[in-house]
């Protein structure tokens, strides 16, 4: 749920952001973002931070 949520306010976000950055800058933020989540979702020392991270996961993805 958390992940779903995310990505509807990223969608909604992502059109403005790649005008103004550009595609290519954007997909490697995203990228990034995803990879520093993933990897901070491995170790979380509960539920409630993983849910965080996966959120944040969530909204990386592109």
Same mark, same amino acid.
């Given at each position: 749920m958390a992940v779903s949520a995310s990505r509807v306010?990223?969608?909604r976000c992502s059109?403005?952001?790649c005008d103004l950055a550009g595609?290519?800058?954007?997909?490697?933020l /995203?990228? #990034? &973002?995803f990879?520093?989540?993933s990897l @901070?979702?491995?170790p979380a020392? /509960?539920? #409630? &931070?993983l849910i965080v991270f996966r959120? @944040?996961?969530?909204?990386?993805?592109?």
């Open positions: 306010v990223r969608y059109a403005p952001v595609r290519r800058r954007v997909f490697r /995203g990228v #990034t &973002a990879l520093l989540t @901070a979702c491995a020392p /509960g539920a #409630t &931070a959120a @944040a996961q969530g909204a990386s993805r592109r």
